[in-house]
């Protein structure tokens, strides 16, 4: 060990202990962004970069679990992304396929897939299926993975869920725009029965949602970090909590 390693290990372990677990946001939202430039800076091709990303999810989660944190969403794919070119999308879908492999087999994460599954090739939505499906029994850290997810959305298919719900049932448009509330919608979004996010941690440098979660946010706290997500350290993550502790939530009152 340097002298740096031992300087970074002290600072942390002081952060750490004057963290109030009792002030830790319950629900985390982090966009992993910044991997390709972290692989561009380094030398590296993004597809390194990508990889370096999906192995710090684990890091991360054991800090989670370390502070009491109790859901994780973790923005991997959006539907923007869908959209790059095939020499970039299938080694990128291929690295969050072994991911969410290596969460559905560590043994202690419960996870679940939020975002539009019908726009996911094959492959990737029986991965995701197989890692709910052996999961659904686990008591840990429950890990929203955000693939194919967008804000928008988001909001079009629970809209979209809502008026088939209603459709069924022989509900009239009329009778419908009487009764429509911000709760009808929040029970057909993909993280229904989910606390919203306290905290949104986004990496790099970037200060904007980009459309995460948007309508889940409304009352987030937001934690821009300069540090792109391959390079995220414990100690990243712990200043978050700390300056998350430190703001008064006051939810629009």
Not at 71 to 80: G, I
Not at 87 to 99: F, K, S, T
Not at 164 to 180: K, N
Request: aromatic content about 8%; glycine content about 8%; some cysteine.
């Amino acid at each position: 060990m340097n002298l740096r390693d031992l300087v970074y290990g002290l600072y942390a372990r002081r952060v750490e202990g004057r963290l109030d677990h009792a002030q830790v946001p319950k629900h985390i939202g982090v966009i992993l962004d910044g991997n390709r430039r972290w692989a561009k800076a380094s030398g590296g091709t993004p597809e390194q970069g990508h990889k370096a990303g999906a192995d710090k999810i684990q890091e991360l989660l054991g800090w989670c679990a370390e502070t009491d944190v109790e859901v994780v969403t973790l923005w991997m794919l959006s539907t923007d992304n869908l959209n790059r070119p095939e020499e970039q999308l299938v080694p990128l879908l291929g690295i969050i396929e072994n991911a969410v492999r290596a969460l559905a087999a560590d043994g202690r994460w419960r996870v679940h897939h939020v975002g539009t599954m019908d726009l996911l090739p094959a492959r990737t939505q029986s991965v995701l299926k197989e890692a709910e499906q052996a999961t659904h029994t686990n008591t840990g850290i429950l890990v929203n993975v955000a693939v194919g997810y967008g804000g928008r959305q988001e909001i079009a298919d629970a809209v979209r869920s809502l008026l088939l719900e209603h459709a069924e049932r022989g509900t009239s448009f009329e009778e419908l725009a009487e009764i429509v509330d911000v709760e009808h919608i929040s029970e057909h979004l993909y993280t229904r029965g989910q606390p919203d996010p306290d905290l949104v941690i986004r990496t790099s440098g970037e200060q904007r949602l980009s459309g995460f979660m948007l309508w889940q946010s409304a009352h987030s706290e937001y934690y821009f970090c300069e540090v792109h997500w391959p390079a995220f350290r414990k100690v990243d993550f712990l200043r978050a909590l700390r300056d998350y502790a430190a703001r008064h939530r006051r939810y629009g009152t």
